[in-house]
Nanobody
Framework: QVQLLESGGGSVQAGGSLRLSCKFS????????IGWFRQPPGKEREGVAV?????????YYADSVKGRFAISQDTNTNTLYLHMNSLKPEDTAVYYC??????????????????????????WGQGTQVTVSS
């Protein structure tokens, strides 16, 4: 059974920082892509960041978080992280992690393409709430 468990969300003032964690288990594939999504109140879910392979480990960030967020993975603990700095009220959302190891995902070579596949068909965690106040 594949399981992804997000944690680390909470309330923070604008300009503050949070580190989200996604502990995943049950993935038997040798290669997989993992990423973060978020869903602001009243809006659609959107891709935030993804960690994938394109001739090596590669990261991609949405323009809205570029330079402020950092995605990383601890392979020893099977944990995906999203370190968020300089948080803004518009970052308020439920944050989800996702994973996919299908060929439709692994064959893609750009961050947006991988995120699109993850959104289409993947495994999801239950989400963790991040609230940023002004």
């Amino acid at each position: 059974q594949v399981q992804l468990l997000e944690s680390g969300g909470g309330s923070v003032q604008a300009g503050g920082s949070l580190r989200l964690s996604c502990k995943f288990s049950g993935i038997t594939a040798s290669t997989y892509y993992i990423g973060w999504f978020r869903q602001p109140p009243g809006k659609e879910r959107e891709g935030v960041a993804v960690l994938y392979t394109a001739g090596g480990s590669t990261t991609y960030y949405a323009d809205s978080v570029k330079g402020r967020f950092a995605i990383s993975q601890d392979t020893n603990t099977n944990t995906l992280y999203l370190h968020m700095n300089s948080l803004k009220p518009e970052d308020t959302a439920v944050y989800y992690c996702a994973a996919d190891w299908s060929q439709q995902c692994l064959s893609r070579t750009s961050g947006p393409a991988v995120l699109a596949r993850l959104e289409e068909d993947n495994y999801w965690g239950q989400g963790t709430q991040v609230t940023v106040s002004s």
